[in-house]
């Protein structure tokens, strides 16, 4: 199982960014997936889910009304739409992808079973 997070970069604060993620090696319409990020010297922290059937999301507080998550089944990949960005939100963004994730659990790294490498998005002020 592969799971590639591109999209990453320098923007200024108010910008945006779209992050992409192609899974393969995998039967992806069967698996949920989430963007995680990570913060220098944080800890990893959920950012937004979507179930495998599409009809669940979940965001962090953080991020509601400024970041959109969605997915392409017959592409095999997981979009994160980031708008209003702030400093706040740089970080090593990752993409995970779990089979077994119910609506209770979609915020937990735990849940899944894959990651990929991240990608890196820092925001100036």
């Known amino acids: 199982v592969q799971l590639q997070a591109s999209g990453g970069g320098l923007v200024q604060a108010g910008g945006s960014l779209r992050l992409s993620c192609a899974a393969s090696?995998?039967?992806?319409?069967?698996?949920?997936m989430a963007w995680f990020r990570q913060a220098p010297g944080k800890e990893r922290e959920f950012v937004a889910a979507i179930k495998y059937s599409g009809d669940s999301i979940r965001y962090a507080d953080s991020v509601k009304g400024r970041f959109a998550i969605s997915r392409d089944n017959a592409k095999n990949t997981v979009d994160l739409q980031m708008g209003s960005l702030n400093p706040e939100d740089t970080a090593v963004y990752y993409c995970?992808?779990?089979?077994?994730?119910?609506?209770?659990?979609?915020?937990?790294?735990?849940?899944?079973?894959?990651w990929g490498q991240g990608t890196l998005v820092t925001v100036s002020s």
């Open positions: 995970a992808a779990g089979q077994r994730v119910i609506v209770s659990t979609m915020t937990r790294d735990q849940a899944y079973d894959y």
């Open positions: 090696g995998l039967t992806f319409r069967r698996y949920s």
